[in-house]
């Protein structure tokens, strides 16, 4: 991406004419950034407020070493209704992790054979951790917390794999951490009964 003061933001290489002088669109791929500054071309790039927390609003192009940073002013989004919306999604994730088993409930219920104590367990598990989540939510009282909740940082432990002459792979005993970065409106919620077991991880912490 380019932009010129003449032509504006320039998303892809174009036949252009500055001056009254036409350059073929193969001078963006072929040029230096010095060549296309004299022309007064430079590159571009794009720094947006994030949409979830901000409204967009002023455009504003900045040159900066020689690139143009073309930005937008933000407005914060009301807490409330992000508060709401969080809420929302929290019901919506209870609903959808206990719709994959609602069918053993009906079964149990139609004189079939009753569910375990497991996926009851795990269905109690499900409403209470949408209870904490949503209790948390309605709790906060800055736009910051919402950004924490939704950009939470674990480490999780996972074991490291090596192999041998034969190509047989060993799990562990070794381990090493990965940064995450997670949206705790559906990390962290209770495992399935079924859930298949994923043999590297170790923790999160």
């Known amino acids: 991406m380019w932009?010129?003061?003449?032509?504006?933001?320039?998303?892809?290489?174009?036949?252009?004419?500055i001056n009254g002088l036409q350059y073929p669109r193969q001078i963006f791929r072929k040029w230096s950034k010095a060549e296309l500054l004299a022309i007064g071309i430079t590159p571009a790039r794009i720094e947006v407020p994030d949409?979830?927390?901000y409204n967009t609003g002023a455009e504003t192009f900045t040159l900066v070493d020689g690139e143009?940073?073309?930005s937008y002013s933000g407005t914060e989004k009301d807490v409330e209704g992000l508060k709401?919306?969080?809420?929302?999604?929290?019901?919506?994730?209870?609903?959808?992790l206990l719709s994959s088993s609602d069918w053993r409930v009906i079964r149990e219920a139609d004189g079939g054979t009753a569910m375990t104590d497991a996926w009851k367990t795990y269905r109690n598990e499900i409403r209470a951790h949408g209870n904490s989540l949503e209790s948390g939510v309605e709790?906060?009282?800055?736009?910051?917390?919402?950004?924490?909740?939704?950009?939470h940082s674990v480490i999780e432990v996972r074991y490291?794999?090596?192999?041998?002459?034969?190509?047989?792979?060993?799990?562990?005993p070794e381990t090493r951490d990965h940064n995450l970065t997670v949206d705790k409106t559906t990390w962290g919620w209770p495992v399935a009964p079924d859930a298949k077991v994923d043999p590297y991880h170790v923790e999160y912490k």
């Open 84 to 96: 709401t919306q969080l809420v929302s999604k929290i019901k919506q994730n209870v609903g959808s």
């Open 3 to 17: 932009h010129s003061d003449t032509l504006g933001v320039i998303r892809t290489p174009k036949e252009i004419t």
């Open 68 to 70: 143009t940073v073309i």
């Open 160 to 172: 490291k794999s090596t192999y041998d002459a034969e190509g047989k792979e060993t799990i562990g």
């Open 139 to 151: 709790a906060f009282a800055s736009l910051q917390a919402i950004k924490n909740f939704q950009n």
């Open 51 to 53: 949409h979830r927390y």
